[in-house]
């Protein structure tokens, strides 16, 4: 059970991360739970809404996301996903990197996964 619930994960994260790229507000709707909190590098805090929102609104566009070092631990009806990210976006007219190690949260919700919590904290350049 703990392989197959770390694979739909992995490929609920992969379709986390083509949304964000694609603006799609749709499926980010779909995949993210009404009470989940997203702080961001920078320590902003977004919720379900207003992420979706900034996205909708064009106020952040997501143009590059590339993820490495994934790793996926399930505790029950729980899965925890570790890794590094670089992040290109839009904000302000300017193209944004941020560079981070990152945690996100999925949850069994209404009996389905969905995603809870992002932290992610800057990674020194080097």
Excluded at 38 to 65: C, M
Aim: charged letters at 20%; aromatic letters at 8%.
């Amino acid at each position: 059970m703990t392989d197959a619930t770390a694979a739909h994960v992995r490929e609920l994260e992969r379709r986390r991360w083509q949304a964000l790229v694609a603006s799609d507000a749709g499926t980010l709707n779909e995949l993210f739970a009404e009470g989940m909190a997203y702080t961001h590098s920078n320590a902003l805090v977004d919720t379900k809404s207003s992420y979706i929102k900034s996205i909708e609104d064009g106020a952040v566009t997501y143009v590059a996301v590339d993820s490495s070092d994934e790793e996926i631990r399930v505790f029950g009806g729980t899965a925890v996903v570790t890794g590094r990210a670089v992040i290109d976006a839009r904000a302000g007219g300017r193209v944004h990197r941020a560079v981070a190690r990152y945690s996100a949260v999925w949850a069994q919700t209404g009996g389905r996964w969905q995603f809870v919590c992002w932290q992610s904290t800057p990674q020194p350049q080097q």
